[in-house]
């Protein structure tokens, strides 16, 4: 997955996990007020306002979520029901030609701790090369 410099410049996770969620603010996905492509008695599918340019070094046509209308921060606190119609819509969507993508509970790049997951459509055809050019990343842990 990679944002293009003019996307990413909109779409800093760490402002925006402060900006939208914090203990004083109500969850942006329990809030949010957008019309839904698909609304179902459990789940529901948006778009997502800050989707990728790339994903499997191919252009991003559609990105989607699915999120659950209850607040929950990972799949196994969701209901039977709820599981029942989120993988009906995963698999609808799957049929539809989208990548699905979800991160674990406690991941660090996740931005809002509210279950969601990503429903990524990709151009069909594939690139003849891929050029990534960024400075290096090291970590160190002692």
């Given at each position: 997955m990679y944002r293009k410099r003019k996307t990413k410049k909109r779409y800093n996770p760490d402002?925006?996990?402060?900006?939208?969620?914090?203990?004083?603010?109500?969850?942006?996905?329990?809030?949010?007020?957008?019309?839904?492509?698909?609304?179902?008695?459990?789940?529901?599918?948006l778009d997502n306002i800050y989707s990728y340019d790339f994903w499997e070094m191919s252009r991003v046509k559609d990105h989607l979520m699915a999120i659950p209308m209850r607040h929950v921060e990972s799949l196994s606190e969701l209901n039977d029901k709820e599981k029942i119609e989120m993988i009906e819509v995963l698999a609808k969507y799957e049929k539809q030609g989208y990548?699905?993508?979800?991160?674990?509970?406690?991941?660090?790049i996740k931005t809002v701790p509210h279950y969601h997951v990503h429903?990524?459509?990709?151009?069909?055809?594939?690139?003849?090369?891929?050029?990534?050019?960024?400075?290096?990343?090291?970590?160190?842990?002692?």
């Amino acid at each position: 997955m990679y944002r293009k410099r003019k996307t990413k410049k909109r779409y800093n996770p760490d402002k925006t996990r402060k900006s939208l969620y914090s203990k004083s603010k109500p969850c942006p996905f329990c809030d949010d007020k957008a019309k839904p492509k698909y609304q179902g008695k459990y789940i529901k599918v948006l778009d997502n306002i800050y989707s990728y340019d790339f994903w499997e070094m191919s252009r991003v046509k559609d990105h989607l979520m699915a999120i659950p209308m209850r607040h929950v921060e990972s799949l196994s606190e969701l209901n039977d029901k709820e599981k029942i119609e989120m993988i009906e819509v995963l698999a609808k969507y799957e049929k539809q030609g989208y990548n699905i993508y979800a991160r674990e509970k406690d991941n660090k790049i996740k931005t809002v701790p509210h279950y969601h997951v990503h429903l990524i459509k990709i151009e069909s055809k594939k690139p003849r090369a891929f050029l990534f050019i960024r400075k290096p990343y090291f970590t160190w842990k002692y």
